[in-house]
């Protein structure tokens, strides 16, 4: 089955910090996690829950960053920030296929390289290879190293 893959808590928040505020359907919120829940944690979370805790009143009109409170992040999948990374910051993330021979060990290689102004892409400034199993917090990791880089 084809799942979303959203970013991990981490990442959101330093979303939020670098000024994303793309539409999402999913967020991030520190608190209980149902009505049935009685301890405090970090929960991801749909904007048409049923339950007391959601975000509520104005801030279900849209589905943004800046309608969430201080301790709700938006949450976008891995390959919406992405996008968000390359159009507005010129940020291209790419990934390659790394054959390793003589093993049955899949690896993608992920790379950063920022694009100039005149469309041609500049030296890879960061890359890491990641096990297949392991892609999903290989991208938030890049995407981390990607916002920190936007100061």
Known sequence: MITEDYVSYETAKLLKEKGF???CFMFWRYGKAN???DTDGISL???NENDSNRVTNSELDEYFNDKLSSEGYSAPTIQMVIKWLEVEHRLLILKDYVNVVGNIIFLYQLSVVKIKEDGSIDDVFESYCVHDKDYNNGCNRIIKH???YLI
């Open 21 to 23: 505020n793309e539409e």
């Open 35 to 37: 009505d049935k829940d």
């Open 45 to 47: 979370s749909s904007w």
């Open 146 to 148: 990607c916002l920190k």
